[in-house]
Every structure is written in C-alpha cells, then in structure tokens.
C-alpha cells in the first residue's frame, strides 16, 4: 500500500495501482464458504453431480469470489497520508463473467477510477476490481469496489 497525500490521490486517477498475488480457491474453501452462507447447491459442493455441469467440476460461489476481494486488495493501492482507517463502503457495480473451478487461482487487478472527498477527513475512492481466473482469458469478475478512507485533518 502506497501512503500519498490525500490532495494528490486524484493524479492517479486511471493508474493500475497493482497485481495481487495469485490465490486458490479449493474444495475446502467453498465448503466452508456453503457453510457459512447455508447455500449448498450441488454445482459447488458435490463433485459428482457437478461432472455432470458445463464445467466438470465444481465452481466457487460467485460471492465467494467476491468476499475475496478483501484479501486479494490487502497491500495494494494508494492510501491517504493521516489515515485512521479503512472502511469497506460497499460496490457501485459487479458483474460475475466466468465461474471459478475448484483449485483455480485467482488475483485480482486494480485500477483507481474515482477519489471524492466528502467532508471531514472522509475520502471516498473507488477501485475498478479485476478477478483474473490463471490460465483464462476471461475473467472472473469485474467489480467497482468503494472504500472510504477516514484521515486525520
């Protein structure tokens, strides 16, 4: 994560701020993920059944993929100097473009697309989000990704 000041966030405005790490995404995970969201449809949770499916094998949850984009931005991005923290303030956009097989990796790329300023130390940034799925050309998701900085003035 790189720290600027906040009145210079705007000059990057366009840039790839980076490239995760690549991540997979195993049969364990999208368990535990049916698990904790109680949605256990067999296209993710039984291998044999989902043989069956376009894909012949199980798929990560699109919310899965999703929820990782957390993880996935952890290091990455420009963070205004004097910040008290971060908050995860929701998406403007996500599209869901490839399902994720079992054992794929995925990373994800970010470009920053908007910084607004909303008052009292409060920047609003919003990062264009690509889950890029190894060894596919399409991508996983595509998602506009909003994260408010609150900084000390």
């Known amino acids: ?14 840039e790839e701020v980076g490239v995760s790490d690549w991540f997979e995404v195993t049969q364990e995970r999208i368990n535990q993920f049916a698990e904790a969201t109680n949605d256990h449809q067999f296209i993710h949770v039984d291998p044999e059944m989902a043989k069956a499916t376009p894909w012949g094998t199980t798929i990560a949850h699109g919310f899965l993929t999703l929820s990782l984009l957390t993880y996935l931005q952890a ?14 303030y ?37 990062t264009t989000c690509t889950i890029e799925i190894e060894g596919k050309e399409k991508p996983a998701a595509v998602v506009e990704a909003l994260t408010l900085y609150i900084v000390n003035e």
Do not use: C, T
């Open 90 to 126: 929701g998406s403007d956009k996500v599209r869901f473009m490839e399902a994720v097989p079992v054992n794929s990796k995925i990373r994800g790329r970010f470009v920053l697309a908007e910084v607004n300023y909303k008052k009292n130390g409060r920047w609003l940034l919003k």
């Open 1 to 14: 994560m790189k720290v600027i000041p906040a009145n210079e966030l705007e000059n990057h405005i366009g």
């Open 75 to 88: 290091d990455i991005g420009y963070m205004p100097e004097g910040f008290q923290m971060a908050i995860n």
